[in-house]
């Protein structure tokens, strides 16, 4: 199965905590989005990233959000002290190269903050 | 500034029947994509339909089409002979063209909840 993967699928964090969110893209995309859906919202952009580029991170919160996407491994998106605004869904989405039409989502990782 | 707007919250259809879920977007650009996307209850996004700008003819997939009204700038979603498992939220996509930020991000419309009735 060649599709995108995220992990965790569910992570429970106190506040105060870190999360650490993966994604490995489609195989050879090499164009990574971040997406949030607070509950009972659509899905809000985040980041854009290409290999070891951080393209556009227009919809990133100044403080405690950060993300990557190194030369080798998985996207990261990095949330330091987490707080209970934090809860929602994270979705990643890959793409082949600049302006395909289609961006490939994954399942999601669903954040909760104690 | 771009907008998507979906105007329904929720929606009701009975079992075989077709159902329209509105979409209306708002753009200076020329060159754009439109996007349905259905959300079960399990969470995943799943694709179901695309349109481009340019695009003469309205898209189809199964039992989706797309009625894409450029001069009116909607973009509702058609599903023909509703099933069960049609139930589910469904989302409205516009994809930038990029040619300024260079991202080809993708605006959401805050999306309609569908339940199909047995």
Redesign the interface.
């Known amino acids: 199965n060649a599709g995108v993967m995220q992990n965790p699928r569910h992570l429970v964090r106190r506040r105060g905590q870190e999360a650490r969110l993966r994604c490995s893209p489609v195989k050879g995309h090499s164009h990574v ?1 971040w ?1 949030r859906q607070l509950p009972e ?5 985040m980041v ?1 990233l290409q290999k070891e580029n951080i ?2 991170e ?2 990133m919160p100044k403080e405690r959000f950060s993300a990557e996407f190194p030369k080798e491994g998985p996207s990261i998106l990095r949330i330091q002290q987490v707080v209970r605004g934090d809860s929602a ?1 994270y ?1 990643c ?1 890959s ?1 082949p190269r ?8 994954g ?2 990782t ?1 954040l909760t903050v104690l | 500034a771009q907008k998507i707007t979906q105007t329904q919250p929720g929606m009701f259809v009975q079992e075989k029947e077709a159902v329209t879920l509105d979409c209306t977007y708002d753009t200076s650009d020329p060159s754009y994509g439109l996007f349905w996307y259905k959300q079960p209850s399990s969470g995943e996004m799943i694709f179901l339909i695309y349109q481009g700008s340019y695009d003469q003819q309205n898209a189809t997939e199964g039992r989706y089409s797309l009625n894409f009204q450029k001069a009116r700038k909607s973009a509702n979603l058609v599903i023909s002979a509703s099933q069960l498992g049609d139930s589910a939220m469904y989302f409205c996509a516009m994809r930038e063209s990029g040619t300024t930020s260079g991202t080809y991000k993708y605006i959401f419309g805050t999306g309609t909840r569908l339940k199909v009735l047995a």
Do not use: V, W
Request: hydrophobic residues 30%; negative net charge.
């Open positions: 989005y997406y919202e659509g899905l809000k952009f854009y393209i556009d227009s919809g869904a979705f989405a793409s600049t302006g395909y039409n289609e961006q490939f989502f399942p999601g669903r």
